[in-house]
């Protein structure tokens, strides 16, 4: 689980195993239950011997928009060449409110 707070910046950063390819890749969130989805921006750096670091971020404005609670999220990576699709397993985000305004 990772934790964020309303209204702070939200960032991750990573590696992924990746085979050559075309990637764009895609995430949201969402409270189990809801229809509701938050988008999150992933960058996806230049594939080197099959790794690639990836950022998954989003702004104070987006996450004052969260609700406080456990959020599922994943990420779907689509290689554009040959439309394969997966998606990685859901992980969680912690979202609380703040205290000192």
């Known amino acids: 689980m ?4 309303q209204g702070d910046d939200f960032a991750l950063v990573g590696t992924v195993k ?3 390819g075309s ?9 189990e239950g809801s229809p509701t989805r ?15 670091v ?4 989003a702004s104070k404005a987006a996450t ?3 609700p406080a609670g456990t959020l599922q999220a994943d990420l ?4 554009t060449a040959t439309g394969l699709v997966a ?8 979202v609380a409110t703040v205290v000192t305004l």
Do not use: C, M
């Not at 990772?2 to 707070?5: E, G, I, L, T, V």
């Not at 938050?38 to 690639?52: C, E, H, K, M, R």
């Open 2 to 5: 990772f934790p964020a707070k």
């Open 18 to 20: 990746l085979p050559a």
């Open 23 to 31: 990637w764009a890749v895609a995430g949201q969130a969402k409270r």
């Open 38 to 52: 938050y988008d999150l921006v992933v960058t996806l750096g230049v594939i080197v011997n099959g790794q690639a």
């Open 54 to 57: 990836i950022a998954v971020e």
């Open 64 to 66: 004052a928009t969260w």
């Open 76 to 79: 779907k990576f689509t290689d």
């Open 87 to 94: 998606h990685t397993s859901r992980f969680e985000i912690d």
